[in-house]
């Protein structure tokens, strides 16, 4: 299979049914992000919220939710994930739209603005990054927070992400079923970009093996240029972090995480303490 669906342009719509077989045990961020929501007044909305691994704690939490995401497939993820957890027309909004419009989702403004889990490496240049961080502040309430969660681009790191086809990961399922993930990588340094290619090959109970593959870019950024960028957006209050336990960022740090608000936190306190 070739990779974007044509006629869609929608880089997940032929792998939506592998995404969660990864990505539904990450699960360290989400005390963080309860906890953020829980001190702000205000619903929260997700800037590209997939399948909406993250909707359904929020929710759980007491809090009112709106999911914003470009693929058609990920958000009919998110809508089975909703009534499985019995949010159906309930406290949870989806909506379909290009993460730099956030103002046009229901629910707003909002107390929170969330791009987790390298959300913001899915628009493909800095300008795009930067609209996107200010059109999250608009549709902020006055007092809101919007938090970004994105890979520490490390000179090693970016090394070990171009050094080829990598296997990443192998899962057998139910009835003999069994999954591989493979990826390429390649890095561009001048527009920051990482071209990756995936491919899920599906081998099953019959020994019939499918394979689906996908390409998309990402834009990796330095946290020096992701404090600018926020900056460039509007905001006033700029808290970085290098895990999501709020550890200061180093060159050891796997993640950079960004918390940012229009108004300072009080000095004796830390979000989502």
Same mark, same amino acid.
């Given at each position: 299979?070739?990779?974007?669906?044509?006629?869609?342009?929608?880089?997940?719509?032929?792998? $939506?049914?592998?995404?969660?077989?990864?990505?539904?045990?990450?699960?360290?961020?989400?005390?963080?992000?309860?906890?953020?929501?829980?001190?702000?007044?205000? =619903?929260?909305?997700?800037?590209?919220?997939?399948?909406?691994?993250?909707?359904? @704690?929020?929710?759980? $939490?007491?809090?009112?939710?709106?999911?914003?995401?470009?693929?058609?497939?990920?958000?009919?993820?998110?809508?089975?994930?909703?009534?499985?957890?019995?949010?159906?027309?309930?406290?949870?909004?989806? %909506?379909?739209?290009?993460?730099?419009?956030?103002?046009?989702? =229901?629910?707003?403004? %909002?107390?929170?603005?969330?791009?987790?889990?390298?959300? #913001?490496?899915?628009? =493909?240049?800095?300008?795009?990054?930067?609209?996107?961080?200010?059109?999250?502040?608009?549709?902020?309430? @006055?007092?809101?927070?919007?938090?970004?969660?994105?890979?520490?681009?490390? @000179?090693?790191?970016?090394?070990? +992400?171009?050094?080829?086809?990598?296997?990443?990961?192998? #899962?057998? +399922?139910?009835?003999?079923?069994?999954?591989?993930?493979?990826?390429?990588?390649?890095?561009?340094?001048?527009?920051?970009?990482?071209?990756?290619?995936?491919?899920?090959?599906?081998?099953?109970?019959?020994?019939?093996?499918?394979?689906?593959?996908?390409? %998309?870019?990402?834009?990796?950024?330095?946290?020096?240029?992701?404090? +600018?960028?926020?900056?460039?957006?509007? %905001?006033?209050?700029?808290?970085?972090?290098?895990?999501?336990?709020?550890?200061?960022?180093?060159?050891?740090?796997?993640?950079?995480?960004?918390?940012?608000?229009?108004?300072?936190?009080?000095?004796?306190?830390? @979000?989502?303490?």
């Amino acid at each position: 299979m070739t990779g974007i669906d044509q006629a869609t342009g929608d880089p997940y719509q032929r792998i $939506a049914e592998y995404y969660d077989l990864e990505h539904d045990v990450v699960e360290d961020d989400i005390e963080l992000y309860v906890a953020i929501a829980d001190q702000v007044d205000g =619903p929260v909305l997700e800037i590209g919220c997939g399948s909406g691994r993250l909707l359904v @704690p929020l929710a759980d $939490a007491g809090h009112n939710v709106t999911g914003l995401d470009r693929s058609r497939a990920m958000l009919d993820r998110a809508r089975n994930r909703l009534l499985g957890a019995g949010y159906a027309g309930t406290r949870v909004t989806l %909506f379909h739209g290009d993460m730099v419009e956030p103002q046009a989702a =229901p629910g707003g403004p %909002f107390g929170l603005v969330l791009f987790s889990l390298n959300a #913001l490496m899915h628009l =493909p240049d800095a300008a795009a990054q930067v609209a996107a961080l200010t059109a999250a502040r608009q549709a902020m309430l @006055p007092h809101g927070q919007v938090v970004a969660d994105v890979m520490n681009p490390t @000179p090693q790191y970016l090394l070990e +992400l171009g050094r080829g086809v990598l296997h990443e990961w192998a #899962l057998d +399922l139910d009835e003999g079923v069994h999954i591989d993930k493979w990826s390429l990588r390649s890095i561009d340094p001048v527009g920051q970009t990482i071209g990756t290619t995936l491919w899920y090959d599906h081998l099953d109970e019959h020994g019939g093996l499918t394979r689906t593959r996908t390409e %998309f870019d990402l834009r990796y950024v330095h946290v020096s240029e992701l404090v +600018l960028m926020f900056r460039l957006a509007g %905001f006033e209050d700029i808290r970085v972090f290098g895990s999501l336990d709020l550890a200061p960022v180093d060159e050891s740090s796997e993640r950079i995480l960004v918390i940012a608000g229009a108004s300072g936190f009080d000095d004796d306190e830390e @979000p989502g303490g």
